[in-house]
């Protein structure tokens, strides 16, 4: 019996992380009602249903947009 080669996929899937409502809070050190007014304002999330996932990246990309009267060091 031969072996079948081994398959490749087609598409290359890039391992990407969410944060939880939760672990958002924790990482910015805001509370949720905060998380919930940005979501509100344009900042990107993710929903399933009443689930919401954050891309650290794309959250700090975000805030930086709205940074006023601060110039980054």
């Known amino acids: 019996m031969t072996k079948a080669p081994p398959v490749t996929p087609r598409v290359q899937f890039i391992s990407i992380s969410f944060l ?5 809070c924790l990482e ?4 949720r009602l905060t998380i919930l007014r940005w979501r509100q304002l344009g900042m ?3 929903a399933a249903g009443r689930v919401y996932r954050y891309n650290l990246h794309d959250v700090a990309e975000w805030l930086s947009t ?7 060091a």
Do not use: D, N
Not at 20 to 24: G, R, V
Not at 66 to 71: F, I, P, S, V
């Open 44 to 46: 990107p999330y993710m």
């Open 28 to 31: 910015l050190g805001v509370c």
């Open 66 to 72: 709205r940074t006023h009267g601060h110039k980054a």
């Open 20 to 24: 939880t409502t939760e672990q958002l």
